[in-house]
């Protein structure tokens, strides 16, 4: 969605600077008739490096993103992805080490945050599993031996609204 190869490209320079920091990339197709550019792609130089720091993929409408890509510390290296499905956030997937690979997955319905995995000792595989109800912190599932599934857990405590014990 981003190759610049039959597509048209439309770049914008948002600090006068005489280089451009935002391009488009606009796929021609046609639509009862007419031909229509569709946005397939945008990226974004936030920091004025050269390097992009955010992109963002979209639909074959051009109108919902379906994928955005973030370089978060402005290293060239892109750490944190959101994946889309029909225009809600169902999943991030963040490169908390910058070692190149996620090792913190959030997963989300209905845009809501449903669950959180963790590669804590960096190993490459997911260690800790934090689930969500009602949006707030239910339980916290750990794999202490490795096998790849919970052993152990811990529950948020009964009743703990946050306010004063009985």
């Not at 956030?89 to 449903?114: A, G, I, S």
């Amino acid at each position: 969605k981003c190759r610049d190869k039959g597509k048209e490209i439309v770049t914008a320079d948002t600090t006068q600077d005489k280089k451009p920091d935002v391009w488009k990339f606009f796929q021609v197709q046609s639509s009862g008739g007419q031909k229509v550019n569709v946005l397939t792609c945008k990226q974004v130089d936030l920091n004025h490096d050269a390097k992009l720091d955010i992109v963002y993929y979209y639909d074959d409408k051009g109108a919902q993103t379906t994928l955005e890509e973030f370089d978060l510390d402005f290293d060239g290296k892109f750490d944190l992805t959101v994946y889309y499905a029909q225009g809600k956030k169902v999943r991030e997937e963040l490169d908390t080490n910058y070692d190149q690979k996620p090792d913190l997955f959030k997963f989300y319905e209905e845009e809501k945050l449903v669950r959180i995995e963790r590669d804590t000792n960096n190993d490459g595989k997911v260690d800790e599993w934090q689930y969500f109800e009602g949006g707030k912190l239910d339980r916290i599932g750990y794999d202490t031996t490795g096998a790849g599934k919970v052993d152990k857990w811990d529950r948020a405590p009964e009743g703990d609204e946050g306010g004063e014990a009985p």
